[in-house]
């Protein structure tokens, strides 16, 4: 019962911090004057979104991180126990890969922080450069693998193989350094790709966050639920202020945080491959992207998609960003359940 409780205030505290500050974060990027810059290569109809509020995900981050120390404190004060003993819901091995987790997304959000302040402030487009950015991911990537390595977190769960030790020798474990680096580096861009319309990458995070919380109860995880019932209230709080017409955009800021999470959650399920139900609309958003750059490559000018990624697509088709956001919602629920019941049968 303490962790259910802990679980339900940790996602309460986010929702409501979230909320709660856009009142305070959207006028103060307002009289900073860090608009959104829409450009030209969008669809033509986001250029009435100009100059709304960005980088507002930081309301999210101040809200998940608060929640996150309020949930680990209600569980703990309503007998949640903390210690390395057989059995118990927050074991010390365990309690890395939460804290990876959440490093990592602040992480992510620094390097979308860093990018989206010389877009906005210093009025240079790009941001950071490629080279800059896929720098600073690398490195945070690097440190996550390196905290699982030495916390003997190697062993995943692979659906009808059972369990796998990455850390029985030289070889499985290049295997796992490989793999952990194309997953965290990967995860993490697609979730930020998502971010193209008002409310799309809250919403279809926010039941990748319901997702991890039923997982939290079938494995007995605590740790891993309290994250995620504040990764879903901050969404949710979020989207109080971004469904469409947007108050405010989460920028990289948000974006790069939210993939560090979702990610970092993936670990801590010791399932990471599961990352590919559970988060199917990011796999789809991506590879829609590498699809339509392969083929204007390959053939000279010709499209797949009317637009890259596949949400403008959609626009394109004239779609409104309501119902792409409820029906790419929908479809990653469907992810969502099959990794449950992988993970329930597993």
């Not at 303490?2 to 959207?26: P, Q, R």
């Not at 507002?56 to 404190?73: D, E, H, K, S, T």
């Not at 697509?313 to 969502?336: A, D, P, R």
């Amino acid at each position: 019962m303490s962790s259910t409780l802990a679980i339900i205030i940790s996602a309460v505290v986010a929702f409501a911090v979230t909320g709660a500050l856009g009142f305070i974060i959207i006028p103060w990027l307002r009289k900073l004057k860090f608009g959104q810059t829409i450009l030209d290569i969008g669809p033509s109809w986001h250029k009435s979104k100009q100059g709304t509020p960005n980088m507002g995900g930081l309301m999210f981050i101040i809200g998940i991180v608060l929640a996150f120390v309020a949930g680990v404190l209600a569980f703990s004060l309503t007998g949640g126990r903390f210690e390395s003993d057989a059995g118990q819901l927050f074991p010390e091995r365990d309690k890395v890969l939460v804290f990876a987790a959440l490093g990592l997304a602040i992480g992510c959000g620094i390097v979308g922080f860093a990018d989206d302040f010389i877009k906005i402030k210093l009025k240079r487009n790009e941001g950071l450069s490629a080279k800059q950015k896929t720098l600073g991911q690398l490195i945070l990537t690097l440190g996550f693998t390196t905290t699982l390595w030495i916390s003997h977190n190697v062993i995943w769960y692979i659906p009808f193989i059972g369990s796998v030790d990455f850390g029985k020798n030289v070889f499985t474990g290049i295997v796992f350094w490989l793999l952990t680096i194309f997953i965290v580096y990967g995860g993490v861009n697609s979730v930020n790709l998502t971010d193209g319309i008002d409310g799309l990458c809250s919403s279809v995070t926010a039941t990748v966050a319901v997702t991890f919380i039923i997982a939290s109860g079938i494995l007995k995880f605590a740790g891993l639920g309290i994250l995620a019932g504040a990764l879903l209230g901050g969404v949710c709080g979020f989207l109080c202020w971004n469904w469409n017409p947007a108050k405010t955009f989460m920028g990289d800021t948000g974006s790069l945080f939210l993939g560090g999470l979702v990610v970092g959650l993936g670990y801590a399920i010791k399932c990471p491959l599961l990352l590919l139900f559970i988060g199917i609309i990011y796999v789809c958003e991506t590879m829609s992207d590498i699809i339509q750059i392969g083929y204007f490559k390959a053939t000279h000018g010709k499209r797949i998609f009317k637009m890259a990624p596949i949400h403008h697509h959609f626009e394109m088709c004239g779609w409104n960003e309501k119902k792409i956001c409820l029906v790419f919602s929908l479809v990653n629920i469907i992810g969502c359940a099959i990794a449950l019941l992988l993970i329930y049968f597993g």
